[in-house]
């Protein structure tokens, strides 16, 4: 969209733009995804029609050239509608910008433009069933091969597996981890469905069995040896950070939910939102929500200026989102009484899905664990809010 004079009023138009779009295409689907287990192919269309598949990929690459605070936002209200419809944006653009940035220009070339239509999903594929996301367990081997590599191993809870047409692998190769573009019609390739998750359940997670898959040495991407530190670092922290914004998403919609039920469910002779105890449930939702979307837009910001304080803004944002996900997503069952306990009803839906989130792209209590060792640090700075908000708006 062209840009205006004042940037806030430009983010404040885009977010509009986002909440119509959410409220369109996204939020009337949810339970339909939720309850069926996978995010239809039209609400994959939609996003990709919408360039939001490429939002975070360069112009000059066929994307949207979305800055880091513009993708928060984007993130956020699409995580209102329904997380596993922000769990493919987070996986997807994972991928591409682990090839934008570590890819060679063939690979640019060739993947970028069809990640940012759309054309292709790009899933990540790093975890495994006794490794977690630890890469130094991982067992997924590559074996050097004349003019390439044989992949052998199974990775374990890879979302949008079911519909990936290319898989970021990461497999140990004899000197450490290396990454590999894998398409899905690759032979010795097969996923196979995971059922039965708590939460996301639209998130379409599969098993991915890699039996002698061989790949062409132009499959590697980054550097050999040193894919962890650096292909799935640049993957890994964008995927947090798309979490924490989600996070914001599924409390700010915990918090639209309360307040509507709350304005219209009689007892005791009034609306409950005029009882004191509800008012404090939703005057902490409501503070939190506000917390969380200013860490997050500080993270945002950070990032859009290759701050080094990025990381830990990052980090925080998503432990802090993420536990106040939770907790406005327990006071909205709550406040709902018995038909949130029920699937199909959105608080339940919304108690599970934030329930993932403090596991997935750093557990809370790994996140505890990293923040409290860079707070520590002497040389660390810690992330100056006001500072980075400058420049950001709401």
């Known amino acids: 969209m062209p840009a205006s004079a004042d940037p806030r009023a430009d983010r404040c138009a885009e977010a509009a733009r986002f909440r119509e779009f959410v409220d369109r295409v996204v939020t009337p689907r949810a339970a339909g995804i939720d309850q069926d287990g996978a995010v239809p192919s039209e609400v994959v269309r939609s996003l990709a029609a919408e360039g939001y598949l490429g939002a975070g990929v360069a112009v000059e690459h066929g994307g949207g050239g979305f800055d880091a605070v513009r993708l928060g936002i984007l993130y956020e209200e699409v995580g209102r509608g329904c997380s596993s419809v922000r769990t493919l944006l987070t996986v997807h653009g994972m991928v591409a910008s682990a090839v934008e ?56 809870w890879i979302s949008m597996a079911l519909i990936a047409d290319v898989l970021l692998v990461f497999a140990r190769t004899p000197g450490g981890i290396t990454a590999f573009l894998v398409p899905r ?3 010795g390739l097969r996923v196979a469905p995971i059922d039965g998750v708590l939460g996301t359940r639209g998130g379409l997670m599969g098993e991915v069995q890699l039996e002698g898959c061989r790949v062409p040495a132009g499959a590697v991407l980054g550097p050999v040896d040193r894919g962890f530190m650096t292909v799935a670092a640049v993957a890994l922290e964008l995927g947090r950070y798309s979490v924490a914004c989600g996070c914001v998403g599924i409390a700010q919609a915990c918090l639209d939910a309360s307040m509507n039920h709350t304005a219209h469910r009689w007892q005791g002779g009034a609306f409950i939102k005029d009882h004191q105890l509800i008012r404090r449930l939703l005057t902490d939702m409501a503070t939190e929500v506000a917390a969380a979307r200013l860490l997050c837009r500080q993270a945002g910001a950070l990032r859009a200026g290759n701050d080094l304080a990025a990381p830990m803004a990052t980090w925080m944002a998503k432990y802090f989102a993420a536990a106040a996900a939770n907790r406005a997503a327990r006071e909205t069952v709550q406040i709902h009484g018995a038909a949130g306990c029920f699937d199909g009803h959105p608080a339940a839906r919304y108690l599970r899905d934030a329930k993932v989130m403090e596991i997935i792209e750093g557990s809370t209590q790994i996140q505890q664990v990293v923040i409290a060792d860079l707070v520590r640090q002497e040389r660390h700075r810690l992330p100056d809010l006001a500072e980075a908000l400058m420049s950001v708006g709401r």
Do not use: C, H, M, N
């Open 101 to 156: 940035r570590w890819g060679t220009g063939v690979q640019r070339a060739d993947l970028l433009p069809r990640l940012a239509r759309g054309e292709v999903i790009g899933v990540f594929a790093l975890s495994e069933e006794a490794a977690g996301s630890d890469p130094t367990t991982v067992r997924t081997t590559a074996e050097p091969v004349p003019d390439g590599y044989v992949l052998t191993g199974t990775k374990r």
């Open 185 to 187: 019609d690759t032979p």
